[in-house]
């Protein structure tokens, strides 16, 4: 048993460690008639208490209000007030619960409830669960700044034979499936037979709490006053630190409370015992420095806001992530200002991530260092695209229709025809968006919006195929009907491309985009060129017959040539197919040529010889001027000599009058 | 006091001996039912009053690495490294503690066979070595292993960090593409080492992990399920890329990406390099060059080209460059082959003069084409801000496209100009209209002057105009004594060898020349048209009845017939002469200006005539219908600009050239096409 002049002796060791203040700024607070159990907040920001202030006995909160505590309000409905009777209030890391004591007063035990702030207002009280809470008291409960381990205390078992007041402390731990389990006593080292008020810092590790003993006057006779030894200790994981002796009062029963703010500063509750015709009642927080190590771990303090982009706060979810194990640890609702707060231990690497459903997503790698940390975060709701759709194979844009559905396939809604399509999409749902073209096949680009979206700006390039149609070719000797091997050119008048390709036994299946216009040409050796127009906007022949003449020894007859009356002038009509036997002769550079000119048997035979004649020169100029070496050219005017037909009809005479070109041999 | 010291020391020890079995027996017998926590309180508490009792530190030893060896070593590390340490210190103190007595006792609690006490000593003390050795062996690795996790993590964090600000350097692939450059290249790099390097600590890790004696291992699956966090758990522009390149070892991705650039962007530029570089020594030879060369223009190459820059920014002016550099090369082609290859040695007759406008006009075409592209490098709004490469290396200055295509233009102007001011030239030789006037006077016994000529005359030869035909023939207009003459001579040097001689009629002054056949030409003045073959023989000389003068003359060599038009003022008179000398006159023909030229088409008379506003040239096309003898149509062409002189010249029967002196400004020539509609299809200013 301790005497009263033991308990001045160790009060005056302790002074050595830790000097209490009776601070100005406590004055507020201090102005009730019992003030006890005070509980700063982790940021040091607020402090709750129970006191009565000339009424009755219940919970209030006071802010620092320009450095000095203020005037304290009291918290919840005084329907509440009435209801309960209550003890140990604390605030959680971010003061947006309070977790206490209480009981209703109508006579039961003291359960562990917690209250949440919404709207400013603080919620009814919530109990928390069975494991925690049972038929005993359940007092003093002591959340760490995780919300992830709880100190509570219960009373000694009956028959232990201790005082009224004396507890022992116990700790639950929120599962990975969110429930608390079995609570479980401390250790023999830390329930030594009579401690209470257990106070978790916010480094989640370092604890402090109090051992009670009553005082004895020299007869043996219990003083009203007690004394309070509080403790500092720290369980590491497996590693635990025995409790250390900190400081010494004596006081009221049941007021002593331990609690530490941001920097450390510690504030007890303390009956005023030392003031002669004061009322044992009388109590008051004292707060004072605590050396350093005592102190818990350092800790940041991550605060700041979600807004969108128009400074309208979001409550969010914000989520502080280990990169290092990609593990959670610790996730928070930002409140109706879009502010939140959390406790990080110091010097360490952190993704801080911030959700809104319906927003982006924002994530900040962050490193913590000092005892705060700003980090701001701007949402936002919809995400500005650019779509450009191109054609799959030569990249130009092409105009298409963008149809917005959502993940079920259910039409959104459509958007106009354009390459480059500028719209806004709302995020926080899946999207599906289809584009189509005319000539081309349809394409989906899926756009996961319900997940995570960090940036507001996308720019999409769709390229989409162009719909083929299969055209084949068969290309034989117009003699023999035999299938022929050669090259063909494949050009895509639409688009001015030119492609060879080889014709190998004679077909060829061509790959033609649809809607637009080609040329199939060749101009094999020894057979005279052939050319096929192909419209494919049109309905065209699927398979289609090449018959190639050939040139060897034989004259063709050039096609729509065609001269002015009575002229040698060559009729602008007749280039096309003059054009044709240029890009012949370009092709096979090896051939030499004569070009020979006919008439019908009308008028003088020395007129039709000298016509023929100049005509064919004509031609041969044609050729000539066309880059075609007129060393490989010959003119020839045959008159009226050698019809194919006989001149007997107006038909037949115009088919004698005709131009042929034939090959004369090989360079 | 000395013995008695010793007996003190030895009844202590005997005490010890005694006292601690018995309590140490009571812990270990209980330690199956105690709980972990409460035996390990109690062996600490027997450890704390029995300082030298190696049991209780093996035991401790044993204990504390079991709790290594069951906590996560990564999330427990202050934990894990306290407790290996203190089954390191333990072991070593068991060791130390090591009482022969004891263990042959209790070999049990050493773990060891209750064998013969040698045997039982010699491998609790091996096993005390082995425990300890164990153990510094544990914290060793297990360093090691926090090491190599660290390092991989942080090698993954910084290939994600690096990964990161390559995804965002770009909205799209096609910017990232185009911004391509040795810095970009390094970051993707940086992206495969940096994954590379955890990848390798990763192995590490696992491999120090299989030391230690932790029973369940913590898993660290690196896979493409995984890799989401590689990508931040969010879609951005270029994570598209991610997938595009579909691995989830960004060592490969790196790779892979760097190949891809080395094609798609490497390659490009070298591509793009080598065909620019073509055109520029190309384009020089072609434009300035006197050899008859064609540029092999593989099309498909610059298509190939063109495509590949649209795809990565269609608004890139460097597609207009391409498109402009295809259609350079085809016009330059052109350009060579008339001024360098298609040489024409013909006497300038009408056929010849319509045949080189026609091919003139296959030039325009091709000169309006790479004009038109040219232009649309000026406007089409495209800029140099992607493959500024290009524009850096290639071109001069900030604007280099601009200036390029300027200087262009200018370049293609003059060479179509330089070209078709030749039909112009054409068309004077065929009316003996030469720019250089030549004036030589020759004496008669200039033997070289006169070895052809027939004459007695003593007086010299006053030769006041000439034209050549071919290399082997001049003709000289000349006076003799008075008589106007025209000589057909061969040049040597400055002198003429004369080969023939033909008079005027009634030595009346030559009011009118032209070519109008291969093997002729007309000469005329006031009432006379001679018709004179290349060789000197009169073919015909034809007397008209009027006096007005000769505007135009036509000779169709099949027919062997003349028309020939005369004018006073605003009014024409046509004359047809017959191969039989049949004649017949037409007219008069009032046309709205001055007469250019006249031929058939579509079964009338087109006689074309110029007339000026204060503005601008009006040619007007007066259609004669042959039977009703009148003009029953008229068709004008109005013209932006004003000319000096109109050439009219005949292509074909769809194209129609004309060319001029712009007569706003004397050094420039208006080049134009028209149709037969009254539609005039280019107006172009050179």
Known sequence: ?667 | MKTLSILSIAIAVSFMGVAQPSAYRKIMSEKDQLDPEVFFAQLKGFQAANKEFSNVYYQLGKFELENFSNLDPLVDRIASRQYVYNSKTNFSLAKNFLDEKEVARNPEWYDVPPLKRDSVIVLANNLMDEKYQGTINYAEAYEKLLFHYDKAVTHYLRAREDFITINTSAENLRQLFLKTNDSLKQAIRNVGTSFDSSMHHLDNYRETYQLLPHTEKRKVIVNFNKIDHFRMNGITPTNFLADYIDVWDYKHWSEDFLNLIKVEVDGLQEEIRTAYDFFTSTNNRLVNGEECIQANIDDRKFQRIINLVTKYDNQSVLIDIFRYLLAKLEYGNQLVYERNCNIISGPPTDDLISRKARVYQNLFSAFAKTDSVDNLILTSGHGQKSFEWFFSEMMDGENGSLDFANKQRLENKSSFRDEVVKLAELSGKQRFQSDSIYYQTFSVNDSLLVSGGNREAADSIEVFNRLEVSDSLHFLIAKEVGNVKILGAQQIEEDYIVLWEQSTYKNEDIEFFKTVSDSSFVIGGRTWLKHISHSGLEKSTIKLKSKDSIVFVNYNELQGSFEIVQAKDTIYTMTTIGFNGAVSVDGPVVLPGKFLNMWSQDQSLWFFSASDTEQNTVITASLWDGETKKINEKIEYNFSSLMTNPLLIKNDNESITVLSQNAQSENEFIYSILDYSGSIQHEEIF
């Open chain 1, 1 to 667: 048993m301790f005497s009263t002049k033991r308990t001045v002796l160790l009060l005056m060791l302790s002074v050595a460690t830790i000097s209490f203040l009776r601070a100005q700024d406590l004055a507020k607070v201090n102005a009730g008639l019992i003030i006890m159990h005070p509980k700063v907040s982790f940021d040091g920001t607020k402090l709750v208490f129970i006191a009565n202030y000339l009424g009755s006995l219940g919970p209030y909160i006071s802010s620092i209000d320009s450095g000095n505590w203020g005037a304290p309000e009291p918290l919840f409905s005084s329907e509440t007030r009435s209801k309960y009777e209550f003890r140990y209030p604390q605030l959680n890391f971010d003061n947006t619960k309070i977790y206490f004591s209480a009981r209703e007063k109508a006579g039961s035990n003291f359960d562990i409830y917690y209250s949440e702030l919404s709207n400013g207002s603080w919620s009814d009280p919530i109990e928390l669960p069975i494991n925690v809470n049972t038929v005993v008291d359940e007092l003093a409960p002591a959340m760490s700044t995780d919300e992830k381990k709880l100190l509570f205390t219960r009373p000694l078992p009956a028959d232990a034979k201790a005082a009224n007041y004396c507890q022992e402390i116990y700790l639950t731990e929120l599962t990975e499936t969110g429930e608390w389990s079995e609570a479980q006593p401390l250790p023999p080292s830390y329930n030594t037979g009579c401690v209470c008020a257990p106070y978790f810092s916010r480094d989640n590790k370092t604890f402090f709490f109090s051992s009670y003993e009553e005082i004895l006057d020299a007869a043996g006779k219990r003083l009203s006053k007690n004394q309070f030894n509080i403790f500092w200790a720290k369980i590491d994981g497996f590693f635990k630190f025995n409790p250390k002796p900190l400081v010494s009062l004596i006081g009221d029963e049941d007021r002593v409370s331990v609690s530490l703010d941001a920097d450390s500063t510690i504030y007890l509750g303390s009956g005023k015992i030392f003031e002669k015709d004061q009322s044992r009642m009388r109590s008051q927080v004292l707060s004072a420095s605590i050396g350093k190590i005592f102190q818990p771990g350092e800790m940041t303090l991550i605060s700041g806001t979600v807004t969108d982009l128009n400074d309208t706060p979001l409550a969010s979810q914000v989520q502080i992530i280990n990169p290092f194990t990609t593990k959670v640890y610790q996730e928070v609702t930002a409140n109706e200002q879009g502010y939140y707060q959390v406790f990080v231990p110091s010097g360490n690497q952190f993704s801080i991530l911030a959700t809104t459903e319906g927003y982006s997503t924002q994530s900040k790698l962050i490193e913590t260092e000092g005892a705060e940390f700003q980090s701001n975060f701007e949402l936002f709701p919809t995400v500005d695209m650019t779509f450009n759709v191109f054609d799959e194979d030569f990249y130009f844009p092409i105009e298409a229709n963008l149809e917005l559905y959502d993940s079920a396939f259910n039409l959104i809604r459509s958007v106009d025809a354009s390459s480059t399509e500028k719209t806004q999409l709302d995020l926080g749902k899946e999207l599906n968006i289809i584009f189509t073209s005319e000539n081309y096949f349809a394409d989906t680009l899926n756009l996961p919006f319900n997940q995570e979206v960090i940036f507001n700006f996308f720019d999409f390039d769709i390229e989409l195929k162009r719909i083929l149609k299969e055209v084949s070719f068969t290309f034989t000797d117009g003699e023999s009907g035999n299938n022929l091997g050669l090259e063909i050119v494949v050009y895509n008048v639409t688009r001015n491309e030119k492609t060879t390709r080889t014709v190998k036994e004679g077909s060829i299946s061509l790959q033609l985009r649809d809607g637009e216009v080609y040329e199939i040409s060749t101009s094999a050796q020894g057979y005279s060129y052939y050319t096929a127009d192909l419209d494919l906007s049109q309905e065209i022949s699927e398979e289609i017959q090449a018959e190639l003449q050939s040139v060897e020894n034989i004259s063709i007859v050039l096609d729509n040539i065609t001269f002015e009356y009575n002229s040698y002038t060559l009729t602008a009509t007749s280039y096309e197919e003059l054009d044709k036997l240029v890009g012949y002769l370009s092709d096979n550079e090896q051939y030499l040529v004569e070009v020979s000119a006919f008439t019908d048997d009308s008028g003088p035979e020395n007129y039709n010889l000298k016509l023929s004649n100049l005509r064919a020169n004509s031609v041969l100029q044609y050729l000539q001027d066309k880059s075609i070496n007129k060393e490989r050219l010959a003119a020839r005017g045959y008159g009226e000599a050698q019809p194919r037909y006989p001149n007997d009809t107006e038909e037949n005479m115009a088919k004698n009058r005709r131009v042929e070109f034939k090959i004369l041999g090989s360079e």
